[in-house]
Structure formats: C-alpha cells, structure tokens
C-alpha cells in the first residue's frame, strides 16, 4: 500500500502500513542485538543510542579479569595498549576509511580542537578558517579558540553558501570545517562535491562526522577527505561519554602536527626521552592514557555492525524517515507542525525534524507517555532514528501520540513547561 492512498487522515491506516514495512524489514533481527526497556519508544539514538546487548558483558569482564586479575599487565595480555588504533580501524570500516587513518580517544571536542590545529597548521600564509554559523555550538567556539590561537580569521559561511565562497575568497582558506548533516534540521550536504570545491581552492576540509557515522554511508577515503571527527556515543551507541574519533587521511601523516603531544604519540614511548619525537602513521594522532572501560564498551558495541551493510542501514533509515514525514502531514495536518527535515532523501541524514511553538512541552509530553526524542532550540522537535533498532511503528507512536496530545491539549499542562537542566 503506498501511503498516499491510506486514507489520509485515519490513524488505523497508518498503523497497517507500519506493520507491513516492519514485517519486509530485512535488518529486523537487528534489534535484538540492543537491550530497549519495554514500553519505551527510543527516538533519541542521536543523542544517546541505545544500550547494546553486547556491552554488559564486555564491561563485566573489563572489570573483572582484565583490570582485576591482570591488572598493569593487561596493556599487553588484553592488548589495552593497541586499543585506540584497533578500534580506530573498526570505526574506519563505517566511515569508509582504510586501516591506519583513524585514532579512537579523548571528547569530540577534544578532537575538533585536535584536528583543526593541524589542518591549519598545513595551510600557513592563509587566514581565513570557514565553518558554519549554524555548526553545532562547540564546533563554532573551537573554531574560534583555534583562530585566535593560531592568528586566523574565522569566517561564518552557511553550507549552502560554500562554494561561492570558496569561489571568491578561495586563496585565504586553510580550512573549512563543516558537518554533512545538521543536527538540528537533518538536512544532509553532499560531502564529495564540497571536499571537491575546498580542495579546488587549495584549503582543507575538517569533517565532523557526529551525525553521520553510523547513520549513513559515509566514504572518507574515496571522496579524498582531508580529516573528519565523529561521535562515540550517537548513533554508534557506545554508551554515554563513549570516546570519540579523529581520521587523518594517510597523505597527511608526515605534515600532521599535533597540538596535543603526549607521550602516548611519541615514536617511542616508553624509551622516556625529554623531548618529542612524533610516532609514524595515525598513532601520532593519540595523546595519553585513554578511558580504557569506555573504549572496551565502545569496541563491544560496535559488535552491533558486525555484517551490516551501510547501504541497508540507509535504505531503511530512509524509509523510517520518509514514513514518520509522510505520516505527520497526514495526521498532523492543522496543528502547527511543519517539517524542518528535506523531503528528498538525498538531503535527509537519519533523523526528521519538526517545528511548532511549543516544542519543549510537547517533547515532555511525549516522554511521559514512554517516547523518547528532544528539542532543540528555538522550536524544534527532534526524532532520530537508528536503523538497526527503530521501528515503522515507533515511528507511527510518535506520530500518534503528538495528534492526541496537541487534539486534547494536554501538552499544555504547567509541569510540562518546566525546563530540567539537559533538553
Ligand atoms: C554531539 C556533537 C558534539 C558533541 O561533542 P562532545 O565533546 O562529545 O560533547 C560535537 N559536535 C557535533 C556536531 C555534535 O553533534
């Protein structure tokens, strides 16, 4: 049945054809490799995914047997010491990037800083460093910290207005740090043709994958990616605070010069000399002890990728994103909401978007009933939507739940108003 001619207004419909598109879904067994509480409709993997089934006992025995009975010895019996570049290579393999590009550690942030400097740093005589006036707050300050750090300019350039700009001003860029999906909107740039047009102009790219890796399919290595940064804990699901990751392209590893130089990136670490030698390779890229209990958690649950294809995870991402938006215009239709998310699915990331005036509440409304997404300011409903564990019909709950909610008004109810510290 195609949803056009489901009876545009009839919920019951809706409920049908999620069923039908969840019974031909082929990565349904995937859910089962995540542990969802009951009667809770997860829509905010893309905040914090959800909890892999694979996690508590590679934690248990983190614990137990490799901290607590091996103990200093397992840097080498557990191959703790091996850990930031072996799971580097397990998030390469979503992001398309060969072994021995990507460093696992330390906080997004802390990478964004990290690989900002040393794209710059690549570019000397150039003064400008673009990125989005609408990036992800903590990209816009490290942006500006590594500015003023390294006398640059920053300059806000939407997206959309990048290749004009590199056009124009090309010859001052060193770098243009951007995301391919908007975290609010979750609109999705074409990241081959931009990195085509920075490198037209001589400049960098800084990618910063938080939205995309594991979302979608993301080729670093054949679209000439220069370095990106991705997030742990999104929709790779390892686990809050997970540590994230910084990708270096091969070509960069001789000129890559780390702002950060611990000793865990030194050619010889444990000779203890007093000065730096930088290591070989990405592992220049690493810098001190990492949090090994969140990287072992990380590295469990990648485990939930083992034998999926990307190009399957988006197929159905796209069809959980496209039904939630065809089945809002039809049920929500005259109660305030609009779609912020592009219909065309080659602008779409994995999460839709709506916009209404009372977001916050209605977000609080529909967490007291078990489901589960977030807003963003000003106006913002967000809904993510993780392939491997989101169904057709958490999508249809969702959808259900904000028409009965915005046809009894109960979202207005004054506790729903009260703002908690993280929304
Ligand atoms: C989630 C997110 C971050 C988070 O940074 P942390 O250091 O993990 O807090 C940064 N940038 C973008 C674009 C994000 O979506």
Known sequence: ????????????????????????????????????????????????????????????????????????????????????????????RLVGADPGQVVCGDSTSVQIFNILTAAARLRPGR??????????????????????????????????????????????????AYAPVDYRTGELSDMAALTAAVHAAGAVVCWDLCHAAGAIPVELDAIGADFAVGCGYKYLSGGPGAPAFAYVAARHHDAFDHAVTGWHGHADPFAMHGTYTPASGI???????????????LEAALTAFDGVDMADVRAKSL????????????LLAGTGFTAATPREPARRGSQAALRHADAYPLVQALADRGIIGDMREPDILRFGFNALYVTHADAFAAVAALREITADGSYTDARYAVRAAVT
């Open 1 to 92: 049945m195609d949803p056009h001619t489901a009876a545009p207004s009839d919920p019951a419909a809706w409920a049908r054809r999620a069923a039908d598109l969840d019974a031909a879904d082929p990565l349904a067994g995937l859910r089962s490799r995540f542990l969802l509480p009951d009667g809770v409709v997860y829509l905010d993997g893309n905040s914090l995914g959800a909890l892999p089934a694979a996690v508590p006992a590679a934690l248990e025995d983190a614990v137990h047997r490799q901290w607590g009975t091996d103990l200093i010895r397992s840097w080498n019996a557990n191959a703790w010491w091996d850990a930031p570049l072996r799971i580097g290579d397990t998030l390469g």
């Open 127 to 176: 003064d400008l460093l673009l990125t989005d006036p609408d990036h992800f707050p903590t990209d816009q300050y490290l942006a500006a910290s590594v500015a003023r750090l390294l006398g640059l300019t920053v300059r806000g350039v939407p997206i959309a207005d990048l290749p004009a700009a590199l056009a124009a001003d090309g010859d001052r860029v060193a770098v243009a």
């Open 283 to 297: 592992a220049r890229a690493r810098i001190g002890t990492p949090p090994m209990l969140s990287m072992l958690a």
């Open 319 to 330: 069809s959980l994103t496209g039904f939630f938006l065809d089945c809002a215009d039809a």
